[in-house]
C-alpha cells in the first residue's frame, strides 16, 4: 500500500470519527503571553583560588607592582556577560545563574610580601558581594512571571510610596510597572479590567506611559473612590470625559488620557486602582529619541551624579545600611529612581545591550560606595528605547520624549494620593481608621465582591475545560477506533452483499440534566455562602481593632468570602462534570454497540458468499466462523503470507517458497495473546518499517509479521476485538 493511499484512508478515518462525535465548540485562549524579548544570560561570576605551589609564588612575584597598582587606583568590576560569552558552551539556558550576579570586589592584594623580599604564601582575597539582588532591593524593585512558558520574560514592579509626601506607610501602596504593560497582559494579571478606547478616534489606544497601582480599602464604595478622583483631576485641571461604576477618563493637560479603574489584582486579591497615562491625538507624533546609546544632549541631558550625591539621593557611609529605605525625595527623585530601575531591567533582560564595566574608586569599598556606584553607572549607561507610541514592549523612562512626560507627571500621582489618602480610601489608612468602621462599610464594597466572583469564575471555567478536556480525549479515542473498525470492515459489507450497519446518532451535552441550582437563584445575590461569610464579616467589624490587626481582619475578611465563591464554585464544577461523564460513558457504550452489531451482521451468514467464507476458514481452522478482515503479510526476509481475523481467532498462513513450497497455519485465540506494534529500518528485501509481535500470556514472542496495511490501525482493530466486553467468545477445544 503507497503512502498516498494509507494517507487518504486516515484522514477517511478521522472524517468518519468526527461524523460519530458531537460538535464540541473549542474555547478560547484564556492567557496571553507577554511579548517582551528578554535574552538569557549567565551572570555567574567565577571566585578563582589561589595555588599554594611555587608556580603561582613566582607569577605572584612578577606582578606584584601592577596588581598593587590596581588594587589602589581603581577596580574594575568584570561583566556578567562577558563571562556567560566564554562559557556559554558549558551552561545551559535554562539555568538561572542571570539572576545570581556578584559584584565581587577584593579589599586587598591577591598575595602579601614580606620586607625582607620573600614571597609569602598567597592568600584568599576577603570580598564584598554586591548582587543584582542586592540593588533590586535597594531600589524596591520585584519581578513577576507573566507565564510559565516564558520563565525569563517578567512583568517589573517599582515601590514608589516612600516618594510620596507626609507619609510613612511601609507598606508598598503606590506601585509603578517599569516595563509598559499592553492591555492584554494587564487582563491576564487584574480582573475587572476595561478596553480603555481613545474618546475620538473610538480606537484601542497604544502602550501607556505611565501605569500605576495604587491600593484601595476592600470596605470602601466604588462610588466614593469615584468621587475623590473626579475631586483630585479637577484640582489638575483635567476634564472628566467618562465615568461609569468603576471606570473613569479624562483628557489632562491637553495632550494625555487618563485612564482610572478599579481592579482587583489575580495573584494576591488586593483591591487596587489602576491608573494609566496615554498619549491623545492632540500629541506630537515626532519621537524625539532615537535607538543610540544616551550620550549628553538638550533632549536627554545626563544626570549630574554629584548633585545627586550631595542633594542626598544617594547613600552615603552614615546612613544605615540595613535600611532599603534611604533614598531622600527630592523634586527628581521619583523619575530618576524609575529610570534607574529601567536600566537595571534593561541590563538584566538584555545583557548585551551594556557592556561597559563597572569602575569603583573608592578605597576602602563598602557596600554603600559599591551601591552609588552602581546607580551612577546605571543612570549613565543605557540604551535609549522607542516610545510607547511605536506600539512595542518598551522601556518609557529609557525614552527622552516619555521620559519628560513621566518627570511632568508625577504632581497628578501626588494630587491623587493626596485626594484618596484624605478621605480615608487607601489601604494604608487601616492603621488609624478600623476596617468596617464609619464611613467605611461594615463589610465588603458590592463592586469588590462582583470582581471577586468573576475571578472565581473565571477558575472554574478553567478547571471545567481541563477536567472535560481529559474525559473527551478519552471519547474522541474510542470514537476514532470505532470509526477505523467501520473503515476496515466496509470492503467485507461489499464483499458479502451485506448491507452496512447504520451509524448512532450522537447526542449533544445539553440532552443531558443538570442537577444544579445557580447559587444565586437559590439565596440572591451571592449564594448562600457567601452570604453567611459576609454576615460574619459583619460580626467581625463591630470589634475594636487598630494598626496591623485592621489589616489582618481586612486580608481574612476577603479570603473568607473568595473561599465561599469558591466552595459554591466547587459545587457547580461537581455537577456539569458528572453530565459531562455520563455523556462520554454513554458515547462509548454507543460504540460498542455499534461495533458489536456490525460483527453479528457479518456473522449471521445472511449470504451465500459469507457462508462459503467461513466453509473456507472451518477447512482449515476447524472452528467455524466468518472471516472479518484478509490480509497480506511478510513472515520474514523471505516467504509470504495471509492473516484471517475473525471475532476470537487469527489464522497466519505461511507460504515460505512461492508456488513450490508448503503452507504451514497458526490459530491463535484473540483471547490468549496480545500485540506489540515494533518499528525498524526498511530494506530492499524488507520494505515495511512497522511489524507486529504476537506475545502469549508470558510474554513470550510466539510470531511476528510485517502487515501489508498500516500496523497500527491493524493493531487498534484487534484491540477492539480483545477489548470489547459484549463479543461472545468461544473456547479452543
Known amino acids: 500500500m503507497t503512502n498516498d493511499a494509507a494517507e487518504e484512508e486516515e484522514d477517511a478515518v478521522r472524517a468518519l470519527a468526527a461524523r460519530l462525535a458531537p460538535s464540541l465548540k473549542q474555547a478560547e485562549a484564556l492567557l496571553l503571553t507577554h511579548t517582551l524579548h528578554s535574552i538569557p544570560s549567565t551572570n555567574q561570576l567565577d571566585n578563582n583560588e589561589y595555588d599554594d605551589d611555587m608556580d603561582q609564588e613566582m607569577q605572584d612575584l612578577q606582578h606584584a607592582e601592577d596588581l598593587l597598582r590596581r588594587e589602589l587606583d581603581q577596580v574594575y568590576l568584570e561583566e556578567p556577560e562577558d563571562l556567560w560569552q566564554r562559557h556559554q558552551e558549558s551552561i545551559s539556558d535554562n539555568e538561572e545563574e542571570w539572576q545570581k550576579t556578584d559584584i565581587i570586589t577584593p579589599h586587598s592584594p591577591s598575595s602579601f610580601y614580606m ?46 510610596t516612600h516618594h510620596l509626601s507626609n507619609t510613612t506607610c511601609r507598606i508598598p501602596i503606590v506601585q509603578e510597572w517599569v516595563v509598559a504593560p499592553s492591555e492584554d497582559t494587564l487582563k491576564q494579571m487584574v480582573v475587572g479590567l476595561q478596553t480603555s478606547t481613545n474618546l475620538e478616534t473610538s480606537h484601542v489606544t497604544t502602550l501607556p506611559i505611565r501605569t500605576v497601582t495604587i491600593r484601595i480599602r476592600p470596605d470602601v464604595l466604588c462610588g466614593t473612590v469615584m468621587e475623590a478622583l473626579h475631586h483630585a483631576l479637577g484640582k489638575q485641571n483635567a476634564e472628566i470625559d467618562k465615568r461609569q461604576g468603576g471606570h473613569m477618563q479624562a483628557t489632562w493637560s491637553q495632550h494625555y488620557d487618563v485612564d482610572l479603574q478599579l481592579v482587583t489584582e489575580q495573584s494576591t486579591l488586593e483591591r487596587q486602582l489602576l491608573m494609566r497615562l496615554f498619549y491623545n491625538s492632540h500629541s506630537t507624533q515626532e519621537s524625539t529619541d532615537s535607538l543610540t546609546p544616551s550620550k549628553k544632549s538638550e533632549q536627554d541631558e545626563l544626570v549630574d551624579i554629584q548633585y545627586l550625591i550631595e542633594n542626598g539621593l544617594y547613600l552615603n557611609d552614615d546612613d544605615n545600611e540595613e535600611d532599603p529605605n534611604t533614598l531622600v525625595s527630592t523634586k527628581d527623585a521619583p523619575s530618576l529612581h524609575l529610570r534607574e530601575c529601567a536600566a537595571l531591567i534593561q541590563r538584566i533582560e538584555t545583557p548585551q545591550s551594556s557592556r561597559k564595566p563597572i569602575r569603583l574608586s573608592s578605597n576602602p569599598l563598602t557596600k554603600q560606595s559599591m551601591q552609588q556606584a552602581v546607580s551612577t553607572h546605571l543612570l549613565e549607561n543605557y540604551i535609549a528605547c522607542p516610545s510607547v507610541k511605536e506600539g512595542s514592549s518598551t522601556l518609557p523612562a529609557l525614552n527622552a520624549q516619555d521620559y519628560q512626560v513621566i518627570q511632568n507627571s508625577w504632581p497628578l500621582i501626588e494630587t491623587i494620593w493626596d485626594e484618596l489618602d484624605t478621605r480615608d480610601l487607601l489601604y494604608s489608612s487601616l492603621e488609624h481608621s478600623p476596617f468596617g468602621a464609619f464611613p467605611a462599610l461594615p ?50 459489507f461489499q464483499l458479502y452483499g451485506i448491507p452496512e450497519t447504520p451509524l448512532p446518532q450522537p447526542v449533544s451535552l445539553n440532552d443531558y440534566s443538570l442537577d444544579f441550582t445557580p447559587p444565586h437563584v437559590a439565596c440572591p445575590p451571592w449564594g448562600l455562602s457567601v452570604q453567611s461569610a459576609l454576615s460574619q464579616i459583619q460580626t467581625w467589624a463591630k470589634e475594636d481593632s487598630e494598626g496591623e490587626s485592621s489589616m489582618i481582619k481586612a486580608d481574612n475578611a476577603v479570603n473568607l468570602v473568595f473561599n465561599a465563591l469558591q466552595m459554591q464554585d466547587d459545587e457547580e464544577q461537581t455537577a456539569r462534570l458528572d453530565r459531562k461523564n455520563r455523556q462520554v460513558m454513554d458515547r462509548l457504550a454507543a460504540m460498542q454497540e455499534h461495533e458489536k ?61 512461492p508456488i513450490i513450497g508448503g503452507t504451514k497455519t497458526q490459530l491463535f485465540a484473540l483471547k490468549d495473546v496480545e500485540f506489540e506494534v515494533s518499528t525498524e529500518k526498511t530494506s530492499l528485501l524488507n520494505p515495511f518499517s512497522s511489524f507486529i509481535r504476537v506475545l502469549n500470556r508470558r510474554q513470550e514472542e510466539v510470531f511476528r509479521f510485517w502487515p501489508s496495511m498500516g500496523a497500527i490501525r491493524l493493531k487498534s482493530f484487534l484491540d477492539r476485538l480483545k477489548i470489547n466486553p459484549l463479543l461472545e467468545t468461544f473456547e479452543m477445544e
Open 115 to 160: 620586607t625582607s623580599g620573600e614571597a609569602a604564601r598567597p592568600m584568599t582575597p576577603k570580598t564584598t558581594r554586591y548582587r543584582q539582588e542586592d540593588h533590586m532591593t535597594v531600589l524596591q524593585l520585584s519581578a513577576n512571571n507573566t507565564t510559565a512558558l516564558q520563565p525569563r520574560n517578567h512583568l517589573y514592579r517599582v515601590n514608589m
Open 443 to 492: 463589610t465588603l464594597d458590592v463592586q469588590y465582591c462582583g470582581q471577586l466572583r468573576r475571578l472565581s469564575r473565571d477558575r472554574l471555567i478553567q478547571q471545567l475545560l481541563k477536567g472535560a478536556g481529559e474525559l473527551e480525549e478519552f471519547a474522541r479515542e474510542a470514537e476514532y477506533a470505532c470509526a477505523n473498525m467501520i473503515a476496515l470492515l466496509k470492503p467485507t
Open 597 to 657: 452489531a456490525m460483527i453479528d451482521d457479518i456473522e449471521a451468514e445472511a449470504t451465500v458468499k459469507a457462508i462459503l467464507a467461513a466453509n473456507d476458514f472451518e477447512a482449515v481452522a476447524k472452528v467455524r466462523q466468518v472471516p472479518l478482515v484478509t490480509w497480506s503479510f511478510l513472515p520474514g526476509t523471505t516467504g509470504t503470507g495471509s492473516c484471517t481475523v475473525t471475532s476470537n481467532f487469527i489464522l497466519f498462513s505461511t507460504r515460505r517458497i
